[in-house]
Nanobody, 127 residues
Framework: QVHLVESGGGSVQAGGSLRLSCLAS????????VGWFRQAPGKEREGVAAISTSTGSADYVDSMKGRFTISQDSDKNTVYLQIDSLVSEDTAVYYC????????????????????WGQGTQVTVSS
């Protein structure tokens, strides 16, 4: 059974940074696509970025390029999402998701593609 646990959220001032973590366990293959999504209050969940755990290749939703950086530490089975220059619009619950795949590039922004989801971590940005 795959488990994903997010951490690192919190309340921060606008302009600050956060690094979210997604600790994964139970993968039956080393070839997974792990993505980050977020859901702001009253809005639909949207994709942020994804990374292939086998190649390390990262893909970003166009609107998220620049302030978001996805990375992984394979030894720790952890995928990170660095968020810089936080703005109030970044306030949301951030989720990580995973699915067995060697590549993310074609469907990384499609939340229906992912088999496994974490519970989410809240990020609140105050101005």
């Amino acid at each position: 059974q795959v488990h994903l646990v997010e951490s690192g959220g919190g309340s921060v001032q606008a302009g600050g940074s956060l690094r979210l973590s997604c600790l994964a366990s139970g993968f039956t293959t080393s070839r997974n696509c792990v993505g980050w999504f977020r859901q702001a209050p009253g809005k639909e969940r949207e994709g942020v970025a994804a990374i292939s755990t086998s190649t390390g290749s990262a893909d970003y939703v166009d609107s998220m390029k620049g302030r978001f950086t996805i990375s992984q530490d394979s030894d720790k089975n952890t995928v990170y999402l660095q968020i810089d220059s936080l703005v109030s619009e970044d306030t949301a619950v951030y989720y990580c998701a995973a699915t067995p795949s060697s590549f993310c590039i074609w469907r990384y922004n499609d939340e229906t593609w992912y088999n496994y989801w974490g519970q989410g971590t809240q990020v609140t940005v105050s101005s």
